[in-house]
């Protein structure tokens, strides 16, 4: 098993505690597939892990937990030795910090925003309030206007409250929280609407006023007799002289007759809206 170098420097370095693993590097890219060269490809990536769990740190206090952010950096790293090419002449620690960092922010990205964010907000966000923190840092603790952070982030005004509206995208809030300045057991949740239903019932007898308008009188008359008068179906037939079961039948037939008619319409108007099928 190769023995992995600690790199003399003579100046500090960005990465000083990267280890020199450029033989490994140059033994794995001549090994064919097996236990030896697997063997020898994790002992590259432990040598290599403290620089990785020192990016990660740089990413903690952001909401998520050291541990996990420490992991995906090493995850970073494993896809790193695997990609790596020491034929191309560059020093692996160019190639790792990138691909370690950019797994980070991706980790970031994709899993710690409450709801989702294009990925051009989420940079507008960070840009904003980068500016809006050193900003701070010379001035109160008000916000700092917004022409102000425009010109700090080198972002037009409408960039800049895109980017404050990001801000308040990164957390959501449970339906349990309670609301600032109510009473005692009132939550978010209780300014949450229920559904409404005479939204439907409007839109159904829009939908099937023309058709009843169409029906002949007597038909028209039973409906508007058993539905909008809530007569029984024995006190209309004794109305209207015929028997109960004629009734029945006739109310059954023409509600069935006016709701082939609004579907047909429905269907009609979706067809419309959809365009010529290429």
């Known amino acids: 098993m190769a023995h992995v170098r600690a790199r003399n420097r003579t100046r500090r370095h960005p990465h000083d505690d990267a280890p020199d693993t450029s033989a490994e590097f140059r033994r794995l890219a001549g090994m064919p597939e097996g236990p030896e060269r697997k063997a020898l490809r994790q002992e590259v990536v432990r040598a290599w892990m403290p620089m990785a769990e020192r990016l990660a740190r740089q990413f903690r206090n952001r909401g998520e937990a050291l541990e996990d952010l420490e992991q995906v950096a090493h995850l970073g790293l494993v896809?790193?030795?695997?990609?790596?090419?020491?034929e191309r002449?560059?020093?692996?620690?160019?190639?790792?910090?990138?691909?370690?960092?950019?797994?980070?922010?991706?980790?970031?990205?994709?899993?710690?925003?409450g709801v989702h964010v294009p990925r051009r907000v989420q940079e507008l966000r960070n840009r904003v309030r980068t500016a809006s923190m050193s900003l701070a840092a010379t001035a109160d603790d008000r916000l700092p206007p917004t022409a102000d952070i425009a010109e700090a982030a080198g972002l037009t005004e409408d960039e800049v409250r895109t980017g404050l509206a990001a801000l308040?995208?990164?957390?959501?809030?449970s339906l349990d929280a309670a609301l600032t300045g109510a009473g005692d057991g009132y939550s978010l949740a209780d300014t949450v609407g229920g559904t409404e239903p005479a939204f439907d019932q409007a839109v159904d007898r829009e939908a099937v006023r023309p058709h009843l308008e169409g029906l002949p009188d007597r038909e028209?008359?039973?409906?508007?007799?058993?539905?909008?008068?809530?007569?029984?179906?024995?006190?209309?037939?004794?109305?209207?002289?015929i028997s109960q079961m004629h009734v029945s039948r006739l109310i059954s037939r023409t509600c069935?007759?006016?709701?082939?008619?609004?579907?047909?319409?429905?269907?009609?108007?979706?067809?419309?809206?959809?365009?010529?099928?290429?």
């Open 79 to 86: 896809q790193a030795v695997a990609r790596y090419d020491p």
């Open 89 to 113: 002449g560059s020093a692996f620690e160019s190639f790792a910090v990138p691909t370690i960092v950019g797994e980070l922010k991706r980790h970031f990205r994709d899993h710690m925003w």
């Open 168 to 173: 308040e995208s990164y957390a959501t809030l």
């Open 220 to 241: 028209r008359e039973i409906l508007y007799l058993r539905f909008f008068r809530d007569m029984t179906q024995s006190s209309i037939a004794e109305r209207l002289g």
């Open 256 to 278: 069935e007759r006016v709701c082939e008619r609004v579907e047909a319409d429905r269907a009609a108007g979706t067809a419309r809206g959809a365009g010529p099928v290429t």
